[in-house]
């Protein structure tokens, strides 16, 4: 389960499965650090709010015994990327017409998954971490996605047709 989960969450195409319903989502590939560990710009939007949730999430995937932690942590791009620079994006002069301005809000996270093996067909999936609330939702709305997401996954690799629909 952990190695089909992380086949997903290492492609950027693949991720976009979990997209919000309500939301719209992407993921962009920063670095690929090795086979176990992806930095990806993540951008969050919604039409009825006038920001634009951004974060470097670090996924890295850890082997513990037999079995795997799946690790999610967002990066200060102040502290690891751009050093003193604004980081709210390029100037808006001339697009105020084009396109409506949004604030940019970064995602403060860490989230993990512990996947730990019961017999042949079986394990066991520990989900925790924080996630923060923002301007564009409050923390239950992320953990729900979450679980969602989780459980869209999981359909993705068994082929289960899970018990909640999206």
């Known amino acids: 389960m952990a190695q089909g989960m992380w086949e997903i969450l290492s492609q950027p195409e693949r991720v976009a499965i979990m997209s919000p319903t309500d939301a719209n989502a992407c993921f962009h590939v ?20 006038d920001v634009r949730v951004r974060a470097f999430i670090l996924a890295m995937r850890v082997n513990v015994g ?5 690790l999610f942590r967002t990066l200060d791009p102040k502290k690891y ?27 403060d996270a860490f989230v993990w998954n512990m996947y730990e093996g019961h ?8 989900y925790g971490g924080e996630l923060k609330s923002t301007a ?31």
């Open 81 to 107: 990327f751009l050093g003193n620079e604004d980081c709210t994006g390029a100037t808006r002069r001339g697009r105020k017409k084009i396109e409506p301005h949004k604030e940019n809000v970064m995602l």
């Open 136 to 166: 564009i939702s409050a923390s239950r709305w992320w953990h729900i996605e979450i679980l969602r997401a989780a459980q869209i996954v999981e359909s993705q690799v068994t082929g289960s047709l899970g018990l909640l629909q999206a």
């Open 66 to 70: 037999s079995d795997y932690l799946l």
């Open 119 to 126: 017999g042949d067909d079986r394990c066991m999936n520990t």
């Open 30 to 49: 920063v670095q690929r650090v090795n086979d176990n560990a992806v930095l990806y710009y993540y951008t969050l939007e919604r039409e009825d709010v």
